[in-house]
């Protein structure tokens, strides 16, 4: 029996639609703005594959003085993210990616896994988490994360709401990795040496 208090999946997709429509209202004001778009374009391509984040991974590391323990604990739990929103959590969605047949300003890989939530925007959360954790650029990291998940809305790969179920997905991964492996551990929970 059905509890008539929890709204049913069709129930929850008009409020859903009706988002999605007044942000993309927002977003086609910018769009076809040279200089915008290539903001855009740009940061959505560094996202693919994390490579923004692999990349300041590093460089975190170099700041603090060659921390390769603290850099590999990064990139690993960068890793981790993406085999879990891009495997298990994905598949529990089969959300459609916007449609799109106009020309683009510039090239775009075109995934094929569900269109939620966004994988971009889980990893920048995750990054912007975990990264941030008694660090001086933490704003930046969130500036950026927010860039780089507001992209896939410009470039028309994910509908917003997308981006906001992974940033959501994504905050809560970061800090459940974060307490999994904390900040100045070689090995997180459960794989450390007991004496």
């Known amino acids: ?112 896994t569900s269109s939620f939530p966004s994988g971009h925007a889980s990893a920048a959360a995750v990054f912007a988490v975990v990264a941030g954790e008694d660090d001086a650029l933490a704003p930046a990291y969130a500036v950026l994360a927010t860039l780089v998940g507001a992209s896939r809305v410009h470039v028309r790969i994910h509908h917003p709401s997308d981006v906001v179920g992974g940033a959501a997905v994504g905050i809560a991964l970061g800090a459940a990795l974060r307490a999994w492996w904390p900040a100045g551990q070689v090995l997180p929970r459960g794989l450390r040496r007991r004496r």
Do not use: C
């Open 1 to 112: 029996m059905e509890n008539p208090d929890v709204p049913t999946p069709r129930q929850l997709a008009a409020p859903i639609r009706r988002f999605d429509t007044a942000i993309e209202r927002v977003f086609d004001t910018i769009r076809g703005r040279p200089l915008v778009d290539r903001v855009f374009y740009t940061a959505s391509e560094l996202g693919n594959h994390s490579l923004i984040w692999h990349l300041l991974a590093t460089a975190q590391g170099v700041r603090r003085g060659g921390d390769l323990a603290g850099t590999v604990r990064l990139v690993t739990i960068m890793g981790l993210e993406s085999a879990i929103v891009n495997g298990p959590v994905k598949s529990l969605f089969r959300r459609q990616r916007p449609v799109h047949d106009g020309p683009r300003p510039f090239q775009l890989r075109q995934p094929r």
